[in-house]
Nanobody, 121 residues
Framework: VQLVQSGGGSVQAGGSLRLSCAVS????????MAWFRQSPGKEREGVAT???????TYADSVKGLFTISKDDAKNNLYLQMNSLKAEDTGMYYC????????????????WGQGTQATVSS
């Protein structure tokens, strides 16, 4: 599985950004895709997950603000980020794992290259 990210950029607080992750390779079957982020001075943390049935989970800090989705026809994963805050600044990564979803970074075997999102206050 290969993941290639696009999107991101700079926005003022309160604005929105959409991240994209193009997925290639064999992904049929029970699997999970996720978005992680690493903010300056912090460890990488899970932001949102989506399983192959469309079930989603979110970190408490982004619930109601971020939406993870997938276009199966294009095989693209997205993260729509609304009402952004300065603390949402960081490098965002999409990731893939087989079987059930988790927020454990070590469980994910494929990663995108990362894309920067910067929110200015």
């Amino acid at each position: 599985v290969q993941l290639v990210q696009s999107g991101g950029g700079s926005v003022q607080a309160g604005g929105s950004l959409r991240l994209s992750c193009a997925v290639s390779g064999w992904t049929y079957g029970w699997h999970c895709m996720a978005w992680f982020r690493q903010s300056p001075g912090k460890e990488r943390e899970g932001v949102a997950t989506r399983d192959n049935s469309g079930g989603t989970t979110y970190a408490d800090s982004v619930k109601g603000l971020f939406t993870i989705s997938k276009d199966d026809a294009k095989n693209n994963l997205y993260l729509q980020m609304n009402s952004l805050k300065a603390e949402d600044t960081g490098m965002y990564y999409c990731a893939f794992k087989w079987r059930e979803c988790s927020f454990r970074e070590a469980d994910f075997g494929a990663w995108g290259q990362g894309t920067q999102a910067t929110v200015s206050s």
